[in-house]
DNA sequence: TTGAAAGCGCTAACAT
DNA sequence: ATGTTAGCGCTTTCAA
């Protein structure tokens, strides 16, 4: 019967050939990751490095594999995207939503590609995405803020190109108006998303005497650490500081960094449990962020910032 | 006649499937770049972000992608490599050479993959691979020191199951050498291949009271950096330093430093045009490195270390 | 339950 | 130069 078909399959070491499947199936088990940088861009970022190891959970739980598929920025565009390769060759692609992502996303979409997009993109409906919640996150690390008592908390994060920047300022407005404060716009300040954008608007941002910060990402949080360095103030006794991204092998910052931890890997492996599952050509999954408090936002005595 | 064809081709979008190509022509275009350890480890390291970068370089040149097959460490061996998705799917591997690699190259031979090893490893003969000159690099920086007149050069690399190390190692050996000097073992020190590992060898090197140091790796230097400066010693005036690599985005130092340079991305690309070529089963491509000179080695004033 | 056959979309080897 | 055909190794349907 089928045992004796096992046996000769182990003694000759049959294995069936992944090509003849996927003619037949018209699948082929490999999946793309579209980048919008060079590959060498990718590295070095903890987002990616940590969002690749999702998806390579992903696919090994979903016996895919992922291929990294670079497109170069200046051209961006969907044409220039697939050299031919990328489309029918791979099931599906992941995207990560950016600011100049939209075009990509529909055009691959116009071609036929089976897409998940991570994060948000301007035109986010009817499409399989994954996110995290950022306005919840914010509002949880703002409205902490706000129960620690500091009075003067200000917003720096990324340029409003930044989707996920925009959600985290919204939160962050959440927050203050169900304390029942007003939300000044002075205290929010904008720039690159990176270390450097996080000191200058920070140093920016001090004019206005903040009592906290929240950035609305690690690496802008270093920087905010760096321009409180800077200027003589330390952290948390002058400013405290709650970032947004939690990444594992962060550069460790001291005091150590309160932070709102999203979980990159859990979505690399859910965008990639979308692309297998049949069917649904519409879906948002958010996943869940949550705080981790660290010193950088200890009221220090205990009681400096308690009531007014 | 054809250009009808191309006519039609151009109208209905038409693209041939490329698992039918596949199958018939026995080649998916697809090439594995397996890697020794989880994903986000590959992530960071400069040298794999610069390998990678080549390896895609080269894909383009051959009309190949890759796909990044992570291979767990502690089990390693070709049993678990492979989740039956590596063979048959790809065209071939490309695999560094590493203190635990042997096994996997054989392993993969003997499943009748096409291997390219990038580096050295033990059993090197019979196997396509690419190398960079490790020997006559190190012996070329260690040439320069000697002819800028330092007089007790200490060797700081990684431990010696790691054949580059070795290798620079015998460089360095090389150039003492030919200077008619006698090679000192006391003035040689191991250990791990990072940026702590070359600041413990450092320490324990000083008690030597070296003048200057080629060490094997550039994080090993910026090691050997951290360790002068704990012992309030500077570069070159107390200590001069070369090292090796030379990888663009590398942590700059200061003084900047003078350093071997490997051509990483060329490598990667070498390796990606071996795979690609037909025939040939064994071959060794060995890219040259070149001197990079900077502040660190400089004999400051000129003088100071002409002559004995 | 087991066996036979059609056909996925291409390439390569033929015949016209 | 163009047209036709066999067959790559599977999966799926249909027949015994």
Redesign the pocket.
Known sequence: ??SRVQAVIAETG????????A????RSGLIGLVILTDVDELFGDPYYSELVNGIQQGCAEHDLIFTIVPVPLPTGHSDTLAPQLAQ?LVDGVIVTAGPRSDPLISGLRDLGVRVVVVGHPDDGDQILRVDVENRLGSRAAVGHLIEDGYERIGFVGPTSDFRFGAERLVGYHDALIEAGRDSDDRLVRRAAPSEEGGRSATLSLLTERPDAIFAATDPMAAGAYRALAERGLNVPEDVAIVGFDGLPRQALLDPSLSTVVQPVAEVGRTAVGLLAAEGQDAKSVILPTSLRLASSCDPGDGVAHLGA
Not at 14 to 21: F, H, K
Not at 23 to 26: E, K, Q
């Open positions: 019967m089928r049959y294995r069936p050939n992944p090509a003849a499947r003619l037949v199936s018209n029918g």
